[in-house]
């Protein structure tokens, strides 16, 4: 369902034409900043990839480094995240304002534990000496990972303040406009995440 057609269901007068544009136009330039992102991203993953083979500097490497069972306990954490807020998705569309806030509430617990095992991962990086300054592979690594984690930090922060706008104001064509791109957002990060599972853990440990 579009932005626009979500927004008229929560808020008929948004159907009128000069409204409806809005929300439209604020749709669509959050879809350029997402691809905007996405070019980031890419860039992050070229130079991972160049550095994984030839930047390690006689240093740890992935095999040594990275714990899949640690990366399959992040996926599915983030994967969890992602049906959570479908599930939230569903519950406004039906006007269940609580039902929704649990839903939220439910993805905000699963993306911190995402961040946190990410920190774990990274302190105990640091500790073994496998810091970011160590060789230009675990700079790429650090980047890469980290920009990923930055973002879904975020994305939390996002989710805090979406629900006490859903709580304060209700379910406002505004606030379900603001809630349909942070869905589109949290949606990207599972797909970039996905992406950072099959190009660094997997190729790093099998």
């Given at each position: 369902?579009?932005?626009?057609?979500?927004?008229?269901t929560?808020?008929?007068?948004?159907?009128?034409?000069?409204?409806?544009?809005?929300?439209?136009?604020?749709?669509?330039?959050f879809?350029?900043?997402?691809m905007?992102?996405?070019?980031?991203?890419?860039?992050?993953?070229?130079t991972?990839v160049?550095?994984?083979s030839?930047?390690?500097?006689?240093?740890?490497?992935?095999?040594?480094?990275?714990?899949?069972?640690?990366?399959?306990?992040?996926t599915?954490?983030?994967?969890?995240?992602?049906?959570t807020f479908g599930?939230?998705s569903?519950?406004?569309k039906?006007d269940?304002?609580a039902?929704?806030?649990?839903?939220l509430?439910?993805?905000?617990?699963?993306?911190?534990g995402?961040?946190l095992?990410?920190?774990?991962?990274?302190?105990?990086?640091?500790?073994?000496?496998?810091?970011?300054?160590?060789?230009?592979?675990?700079s790429?690594?650090?980047?890469?990972?980290?920009?990923?984690?930055?973002h879904?930090?975020?994305g939390?922060?996002w989710?805090?303040?979406?629900?006490?706008?859903?709580?304060i104001?209700?379910l406002?064509?505004p606030?379900?406009s603001?809630?349909?791109?942070?869905?589109?957002?949290?949606h990207?990060?599972?797909?970039?995440?996905?992406?950072?599972f099959?190009?660094v853990?997997l190729?790093?440990?099998?």
């Amino acid at each position: 369902m579009s932005a626009e057609a979500i927004v008229a269901t929560a808020d008929p007068a948004a159907s009128e034409p000069g409204t409806s544009d809005v929300y439209e136009h604020r749709a669509f330039g959050f879809w350029l900043y997402l691809m905007s992102d996405a070019i980031i991203f890419s860039l992050l993953f070229a130079t991972y990839v160049v550095m994984a083979s030839t930047g390690t500097d006689g240093g740890p490497t992935g095999r040594t480094l990275f714990s899949l069972p640690h990366a399959f306990g992040e996926t599915l954490l983030l994967l969890l995240s992602s049906l959570t807020f479908g599930l939230a998705s569903l519950a406004m569309k039906s006007d269940k304002r609580a039902a929704m806030l649990s839903w939220l509430l439910v993805t905000f617990v699963l993306g911190l534990g995402f961040v946190l095992m990410e920190i774990r991962e990274f302190y105990g990086m640091v500790q073994v000496g496998a810091g970011p300054d160590r060789s230009g592979f675990l700079s790429a690594f650090f980047t890469l990972v980290g920009t990923h984690g930055l973002h879904v930090t975020f994305g939390l922060i996002w989710i805090l303040i979406m629900a006490s706008q859903v709580i304060i104001k209700g379910l406002t064509a505004p606030v379900v406009s603001r809630f349909f791109r942070l869905g589109l957002f949290w949606h990207f990060l599972d797909i970039v995440w996905i992406g950072i599972f099959s190009v660094v853990y997997l190729p790093g440990v099998l």
